[in-house]
């Protein structure tokens, strides 16, 4: 990698994005945050926006427009706002990689837009793959674009193919934590509250990701997205719970070898590892001193514990808009959950009731993903507003 690469972050000021920030604090001679973007934390985007002035600053509520340009047009910030401005911020010809680090199904439009812009992409956002694999695949075959995945995991595997014949693997083994539930009887899970699912006990993430992880729906998202990234056959993709977070997936090998990715879990490293396009940096995270780790555990997933695990194969078998409902009726339901408006155990409710009554689309085109989204997403807050309120 030559020169200064020129990055639109999308997604700055949540979780993934403030660590890319910390990368690019860490590394300004080889990038440059050349565009920022946010939801509605307005505050934090000027604040970071005073900090690595960037070319443009976009955030996603029209309504807080005006209080970004007044606080950051006079140091020469071009400000927008909206979805069309978020897709289109990472066309400019100064942007090298787009990060899509946003949050759930806001990140299919922007990866979209950068395909058909030939950009290259760090996916922080499963969502993507996992709502519209076949159609980011379809628009990739006739891109000059490449994806570099920002999970831990699929980084991981990644890093364990590099060097490797694709022919050669026989399975990719993706760890989870298990989360905060590891050891909790299925009633217990099924009534906790959002305090209990936001105690993850390795990863120190977001709100919507760290419930996901509680549920392992993300687990079955990570499958689902691993099987678009790398194109392994969806039965050859299985989860294993690894409570320590130290090897983050592995690739077994039809000689008999296995490869694992070992580190602690610290995003940083696999943000490095994509935005160098697979080139290293130094120090990019905190050094594992393997001999401090005598143990570690690998124990199969519990799916009367994880229902929400199953949706992997139920979305790779029945492909068409399958998993872009899975993941309407999830987000509508995390928030309610977050909200305490209803149990843990309700989000695979939702989900499953989202499915049964939503329309199937075998062969779905984008504007058949937005329909479904919107759909799913009706169906998912209709059943909501009947279930019992939490007592939590």
Partial sequence: MKGQKHIALLGATGSIGLQTLDIIRRFPERYK??????????????????????????IAREDLLPRLKFELEPL????????????DCVCHDDIDIAVTATVGYSGLAPTLRAIECG????????????????????RLAGSSSRIFPVDSEHSAIAQCLA????????RLLITASGGPFRTWEP????????????????????????????????????????????????????????PQSIIH?????????????????????????????HHRLPAAAKTMRIEDFCKLTFEKPDYTRFPCLGFAAMALKERGNTACVINAANEIAVAAFLR??????????????????????????????VASNAEARAKASELISKLQPSCC
């Fill in 33 to 58: 945050a050349t565009v920022l973007t946010a939801g509605s934390k307005v505050d934090k985007l000027i604040e970071l926006c005073r900090e690595f002035k960037p070319r443009c600053a976009v």
């Fill in 76 to 87: 020469g910030i071009e400000c927008l706002a909206g979805d069309n401005a978020l897709a």
């Fill in 119 to 138: 950009k290259d992409i760090a996916l922080a956002n499963k969502e993507t793959l996992v709502v519209a694999g076949e159609l980011v695949k379809k």
């Fill in 163 to 170: 060097g490797e014949d694709s022919s050669m693997v026989e």
């Fill in 187 to 242: 009633e217990q899970i099924a009534n906790a509250c959002a305090a209990d699912a936001l105690r993850h006990p390795n990863w120190n993430m977001g709100q919507k990701i760290t419930v996901d992880s509680a549920s392992m729906l993300n687990k079955a998202f990570e499958i689902i997205e691993a099987h678009y990234l790398f194109d392994i056959e969806p039965e050859r993709i299985e989860a294993v719970v690894h």
């Fill in 249 to 277: 997936s592995m690739v077994e090998f039809k000689d008999g070898a296995v490869k694992a990715q070992l580190g602690m879990p610290d995003m940083r490293l696999p943000i490095a590892y994509a935005i160098g396009e």
């Fill in 340 to 369: 305490g408006e209803i149990k843990f155990g309700d989000i695979y409710k939702t989900i499953a009731h989202t499915l049964e009554h939503s329309d199937f689309i075998p062969a779905p085109d984008y504007s058949d993903y």
